[in-house]
């Protein structure tokens, strides 16, 4: 079964941990023991998680010398943003168009009270 690029990214991104590691490097390139330094997980369950985020291609690992950084891959957010961004549009313009729908309609007057059974007129 073939994947689209954006299905991978938002699975990519389903995971708190994978969102938490995206984050961070964000702020810049980091090591494999760098990203698992907050979390009680072992090295081994961090490398999943960046093997997960270098599918989707959020993420991508290079040598620098004796040092393998993780770099964020910023430009893939432009997908996510792109797609987002349709469907936000989409939604103000149907808002616009009940805002106008609901300004056409006149404001009823109130009846004119009438008095109750009973009541002394």
């Known amino acids: 079964m073939v994947v689209d690029p954006l299905s991978r990214v938002f699975s990519a991104l389903a995971d708190p941990t994978r969102r938490d590691i995206v984050a961070r490097l964000a702020a810049g390139d980091a090591t494999v023991n760098e990203l698992a330094e907050p979390y ?9 998680h960046l093997k997960v985020l270098e599918g989707s291609g959020l993420v991508t690992r290079t040598r620098d010398a004796q040092r393998r950084p993780v770099h964020l891959e910023a430009e893939v957010f432009d997908l996510m943003t792109k797609w987002i961004e349709r469907y936000r549009r989409e939604a103000e313009e149907r808002y616009r168009r009940l805002d106008d729908l609901l300004e056409a309609i ?13 009541a002394p007129r």
């Open 40 to 48: 009680d997980v072992t090295l081994q369950a961090v490398s999943q």
């Open 106 to 118: 006149p404001d009823e007057e109130p009846k004119a009270q009438r008095p109750r059974r009973g």
